[in-house]
């Protein structure tokens, strides 16, 4: 069939199998319009299988140093919330502006998760945040750092004298919840103020907690509970992660050291 010697040569000249795959989308959607408007009877794709493996994306994370550095640009504008010279709701913006950072590296939530989050779903004296997930499966984060912790009591005080009547956790300055859009060009600014050279995103952010928590130990079926993957097959893409930190530790603590 032409379409297998297409997606034959698009292999060969070394495209990605991510890149097949949206052209093919593009194809079945067509071809599906095509029939739809009786111009075909079945769609030539109708029974084509093409298997082209698992998507192996590696991860972009982000380096502990520019991580640092982000955090502490936006929690040095906390620091100096109580300033006369902002109003109430300001203060609130710097506060809520240096806890998204910080909750996207704790808690590796999704930017769709987190504005979609309303102060019901906020468990203070645990430090735990109800997360309403894809497929609406829900999750629990904990806020584990102590000083992110710290800086959510803190944004909780500033929040109940703005907006104790508004149902979001993050609002914006006119008590709506805070928009996607929004939210990236917060991680955008604070990065350009921070003198980072790179994007930083809140996907980016996540992959950065994850990767994280596996070089500090942890494993698959914890990383795959903490970003909240129905399959363990969604949380694969960091076998590599986990690959690299267990040949470092058993470099570390080879047992013939013992014998050698």
């Not at 495209?15 to 030539?44: E, N, T, W």
């Not at 944004?155 to 919840?177: I, S, V």
Request: aromatic share 6%; glycine share 4%.
């Amino acid at each position: 069939m032409a379409i297998e010697v297409w997606i034959a040569k698009l292999q060969k000249q070394q495209y990605a199998a991510s890149s097949i795959r949206r052209k093919l989308a593009c194809l079945r959607a067509f071809f599906r319009y095509m029939v739809d408007q009786g111009h075909l009877l079945v769609s030539p794709l109708r029974d084509l299988c093409i298997r082209l493996g698992a998507p192996r994306r590696l991860t972009r994370v982000v380096p502990p140093d520019e991580i640092r550095a982000l955090i502490q640009t936006a929690d040095q504008r906390a620091a100096r919330w109580k300033s006369h010279r902002h109003s109430s709701v300001e203060r609130l913006v710097i506060l809520r502006n240096a806890l998204l950072v910080r909750l996207f590296c704790v808690t590796g939530i999704r930017v769709g998760e987190l504005v979609s989050l309303r102060i019901a779903d906020v468990q203070q004296q645990e430090r735990m945040l109800l997360i309403h997930g894809k497929g609406n499966r829900e999750r629990i984060a904990f806020v584990s750092d102590p000083a992110s912790a710290t800086l959510l009591d803190r944004y909780l005080q500033a929040r109940r004298m703005c907006f104790k009547d508004r149902e979001p956790l993050f609002p914006n300055a006119f008590g709506a919840a805070l928009s996607t859009d929004s939210t990236r060009a917060i991680l955008r600014a604070l990065a350009q103020a921070a003198n980072l050279s790179r994007r930083i995103t809140p996907h980016m952010l996540r992959h950065t907690a994850a990767t994280f928590l596996l070089e500090n130990g942890a494993d698959l079926r914890i990383v795959q509970e903490f970003l909240g993957h129905d399959s363990i097959r969604s949380t694969e893409r960091y076998i590599h992660v986990a690959r690299v930190h267990l040949i470092r530790v058993l470099r570390r603590a080879n047992p013939l050291k013992r014998v050698a």
